[in-house]
């Protein structure tokens, strides 16, 4: 969710950028089946599609996009692809830059597949409109914004099914090791038990993503284009980083069910504040020396007011989930963003922790929901254990009696890292398109998960909280 800061990087660097029009070609580049087409890349997901060789996917990507640092940051992340030592990728950057960018796109369907990662005030309608093309669509999160904009994505899903065409979102975080255990651990009933409704007050599932706009990555500051800071372009954290948790609590506790959001949810509770962001601070983030004119209205007594937290409360299939997301402006020392998800069921609880405890890293545990034979319940849990281990080898269980629980100790080999599932993510997909067997509940599944979020940003709004 980050931008790497590339003002130091030389003239002769940009210089060195492709910068040929749509048409123009590498020489003996062989045509490999789908071809992508970027569209207005204003986020690093979009160059994070392309950081690996795709099987079946052009070396020729079309890149439509205004002109600006956004689009030549994007084209120096492909470069750099290009340029590594080890396992280099081949991406020839076929780009036209204009103000007209959208309606060339549209014109020319140079592509099969049109990659979505940038502002997302514009995107529900780039989604659209693309799809009302005849393209097919992979976009990074959020897909919406707005109960306007899920309007706009649900005629979009419409329109995508009458074309047959394959509208995606990019949900990676399905690909993280701890998520996988633990949805497999939540399928064992014999351990887990049945997943228990709870209330509004003790909700059976909670979920905690907390974040932070400024960050130094291998001693690289991350960099923020100034309109990431207003939330009528963002989005609200409502609406932005919530949309992996949700999607993470029904792809855990519903495999594989189809969740219709005019049936199987309803929003309970929804609340939401602001994070202050100095001037000093928005300088260090973004390189701007002053607050842009479109964020004049967010400025209080020369801060900046980002409505970047919250929280809300659902029911889903009778079940109830909080969701929280926390927006800091800079982790402490020592500290990075964390993740926390517990779900409970009538025998065990399932808990992701990553605090100060787990020296911030992500743990798994299981602990017994009630006082119970604890002979019994770790046969259990060894048996559970010992079908994973068919999967994935190594992951082990060892008690941690301070805490009264156990912990899944799983191999550091399996944790492949935030960038290495977006090409998971690309390669399902691809495999969508290929044989045209996306299941029965994804895009069912898509609008609720966007139906919730929306509709808790206006609940929160409208409550004042």
Request: proline share 4%; net charge negative; charged share 25%.
């Amino acid at each position: 969710m980050d931008f790497i800061n590339y003002k130091y990087v030389t003239l002769a660097l940009l210089c060195a950028l492709p910068a040929c029009q749509p048409g123009q070609k590498k020489e003996n580049v062989s045509d490999k089946g789908v071809t992508l087409v970027t569209l207005a890349p204003g986020h690093f997901h979009a160059s994070l599609v392309q950081k690996e060789p795709l099987d079946g996917v052009s070396n020729d990507v079309y890149v439509y996009a205004p002109e600006g640092a956004e689009v030549e940051q994007h084209l120096l992340r492909i470069k750099s692809f290009n340029e590594r030592k080890e396992n280099p990728t081949s991406w020839n950057e076929i780009v036209y830059k204009g103000s007209d960018f959208l309606q060339k796109m549209l014109k020319d369907k140079s592509g099969d597949v049109v990659v979505l990662a940038g502002n997302n005030r514009d995107k529900t309608d780039y989604i659209l409109q693309s799809v009302e093309a005849g393209m097919n669509v992979l976009a990074d999160k959020p897909m919406a914004i707005s109960k306007e904009n899920f309007g706009k994505l649900e005629k979009a899903f419409t329109v995508a099914r009458e074309k047959g065409l394959e509208l995606y979102d990019i949900m990676t975080e399905r690909y993280d090791i701890h998520s996988t255990v633990q949805r497999m651990l939540l399928q064992e009933k014999e351990l887990f038990g049945e997943l228990t409704a709870g209330t509004e007050s003790e909700p059976a599932v909670e979920v905690e993503s907390v974040h932070h706009f400024y960050k130094v990555v291998s001693g690289i500051p991350l960099i923020r284009p100034d309109w990431y800071y207003d939330v009528e372009q963002q989005g609200e954290g409502l609406v932005d980083v919530t949309t992996h948790l949700v999607d993470l609590i029904h792809w855990k506790c519903f495999p594989e069910q189809i969740i219709d959001y005019h049936k199987n949810v309803e929003v309970v509770a929804a609340s939401r504040w602001a994070t202050p962001i100095s001037s000093y601070q928005f300088k260090l983030s973004t390189g701007c020396t002053q607050y842009p004119d479109f964020l004049q209205k967010y400025v209080q007594d020369s801060t900046l007011m980002v409505y970047a937290n919250g929280n809300f409360t659902y029911k889903v299939n009778g079940v109830y989930a909080k969701v929280d997301v926390i927006w800091n402006f800079e982790a402490p020392e020592g500290t990075g963003d964390t993740h926390r998800c517990i779900i409970k069921g009538s025998n065990a609880v399932l808990s992701i922790l990553q605090d100060k405890e787990q020296d911030y890293m992500p743990k798994l545990y299981v602990s017994m929901s009630e006082k119970g034979d604890k002979q019994l319940f770790e046969s259990k849990l060894a048996a559970a254990v010992a079908k994973i281990q068919k999967t994935y080898p190594g992951v082990e269980c060892k008690e941690d009696a301070s805490a009264d629980r156990w912990e899944i100790c799983i191999p550091e080999k399996y944790a492949e890292g935030h960038e290495a599932h977006f090409t998971r993510v690309i390669e399902k997909y691809l495999g969508y398109l290929k044989n045209h067997d996306m299941p029965d509940w994804e895009v069912p599944n898509m609008l609720a998960k966007y139906y919730i979020t929306t509709t808790a940003l206006d609940m929160a709004r409208q409550s004042g909280k």
